[in-house]
Nanobody
Framework: QVQLVESGGGLVQAGGSLRLSCAASRSIFSFNALGWYRQAPGKQRELVATEITSRSTTFADSVKGRFTISRDNAKNTIYLQMNSLKPEDTAVYYC?????????WGQGTQVTVSS
């Protein structure tokens, strides 16, 4: 069973930065896709950023130019660097990984941006 453990969420003022981490229980090379989603209260879960086979990366329009995704293969960890945060970025952020056998989710980490 794959485990994804997020960390790094918290409360930050608008304009600030946070870096989220997602540690996987096995090599991240084994996944076809890795990424981040978020869910705000009363809204559907939405894509934030996804990396397909270490090559192409897709970002939601709302975060382009502010968020970046990166990885540390030795630590089996992916990161979401969030800069210039806005109150509308407030949500629970979930790590996501996919391979040929299924899709996996972390437990989520809360990000709250105050105005």
């Amino acid at each position: 069973q794959v485990q994804l453990v997020e960390s790094g969420g918290g409360l930050v003022q608008a304009g600030g930065s946070l870096r989220l981490s997602c540690a996987a229980s096995r090599s991240i090379f084994s996944f076809n896709a890795l990424g981040w989603y978020r869910q705000a209260p009363g809204k559907q879960r939405e894509l934030v950023a996804t990396e397909i086979t270490s090559r192409s990366t897709t970002f939601a329009d709302s975060v382009k130019g502010r968020f970046t995704i990166s990885r540390d293969n030795a630590k089996n960890t992916i990161y979401l660097q969030m800069n210039s945060l806005k109150p509308e970025d407030t949500a629970v952020y979930y790590c996501n990984a996919a391979d040929r056998w299924g899709t996996y989710w972390g437990q989520g980490t809360q990000v709250t941006v105050s105005s």
